[in-house]
């Protein structure tokens, strides 16, 4: 990977967030207006719906037969991937990505590892050579590679939270085995039974040692049993409020000295700060708390939360790593 496109450095104040992101301006308010009008929001998501799957198709994500596939495999994993006692947050059912049911749904959980995989095309988007699998590769070294100076020990019990259908955590497991890690035990964890259906099913070589129904804020693991937290792309999905107990619930599992990682979209990455403010006011719509993402201070929180050591790295020039040790 290019390294020299990794900036570290310790953290020392909030991000302001992009220019575009405030629901109170006039645009914002004139987008919001259009939206609420349902028949005009439905055929402006299906368009955006069909260009985004044929853009994918075009650079080589085999998109609709890839959901077909893994539907049909992933359907009989769902019942052993809820736990009923699960309490799902009201915020969680909010509508994402232009699904009406959020992460709660197979078209949701049997899309994701394409959405995930044109996001990293995108990120190299002038690269029309580059495949889908490499610019997944490449984004997720320049993760772990941000991660990897906080890591003073060899990693046992590793926790990658909101892990979706595995992308992260699959890859998180193959870097660390590949990194001096042999040993780690990775699971992941997830709110979304559909999704944790298709990661097991992506997983069919019984590499992570589980996937967990829950809620990150409330995991019901045991506390101070794990070494390495990851939520990769999770925050810009959280309330204020929910991303802070996820903090807190981290601190709690992790053992002194264990390193908690967050992935999410840069505020201050040229490219985000520079986005139309139309275009990105209405890619927000279907973000219920991309808001709520980029007026959090992540950093404070995070010493709130009892971290120390807080460094942050742009992993790529869309995204940064908050990386951060357990006092
Ligand atoms: C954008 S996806 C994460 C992608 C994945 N980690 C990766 O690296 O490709 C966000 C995931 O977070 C999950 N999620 C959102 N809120 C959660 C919560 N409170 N607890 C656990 N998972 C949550 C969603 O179900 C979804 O699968």
Redesign the pocket.
């Known amino acids: 990977m290019n390294t020299s496109a990794i900036h570290s450095s310790p953290v020392i104040g909030p991000s302001t967030p992009p220019p575009w992101v405030d629901a109170r301006t006039p645009l914002g308010r004139l987008i919001a207006g259009v939206l609420a009008v349902e028949p005009v929001r439905q055929l402006l998501f299906l368009q955006a719906r069909r260009m985004m799957i044929r853009t994918a198709e075009g650079r080589g994500i085999p998109w609709r037969q890839r959901r077909e596939q893994l539907r049909q495999q992933a359907e009989p994993w769902l019942a052993s991937s809820t736990e009923a006692a699960v309490v799902v947050?009201p915020y969680?059912r909010a509508r994402f990505h232009a699904y009406a049911e959020g992460?709660l749904c197979w078209e949701a959980a049997c899309e994701?590892e394409q959405a995930?995989d044109s996001v990293a095309l995108r990120v190299w988007k002038e690269e029309k050579q580059l495949s889908p699998e490499a610019a997944q590769q490449r984004m997720r070294e320049g993760i772990y590679a941000a991660i990897e100076p906080s890591l003073s020990a060899p990693v046992r019990d590793v926790l990658?939270?909101?892990?979706?259908v595995g992308?992260?955590t699959l890859a998180l497991a193959d870097w660390l085995e590949q990194h001096g890690h042999s040993d780690a035990r990775v699971s992941g964890?997830?709110?979304?039974p559909q999704?944790l259906a298709v990661a097991r099913v992506r997983d069919a070589g019984g590499r992570i040692k589980a996937w967990h129904h829950?809620?990150?804020?409330a995991t019901g693991l045991p506390a101070a049993s794990l070494d390495l937290i990851t939520a990769?792309?999770?925050c810009h999905?959280?309330p204020g409020d929910?991303s802070r107990a996820?903090l807190r619930e981290a601190a709690r599992l992790l053992r002194p000295g264990g390193v908690l990682a967050l992935v999410d979209q840069d505020p201050e990455a040229a490219v985000i700060r520079a986005m139309p403010p139309a275009l990105a006011t209405l890619l927000k719509a279907t973000e219920p708390y991309l808001e709520d993402y980029f007026r959090l201070d992540l950093p404070a929180a995070l010493a709130d939360a009892g971290f120390t050591a807080i460094r942050r790295v742009a992993s790529d020039h869309r995204h940064r790593v908050l990386v951060a040790t357990r006092a």
């Open positions: 947050p969680y992460n994701a995930t990658d939270i909101g892990c979706s992308v992260g964890l997830d709110l979304s999704m829950g809620a990150a804020e990769q792309f999770l999905e959280l929910a996820v």
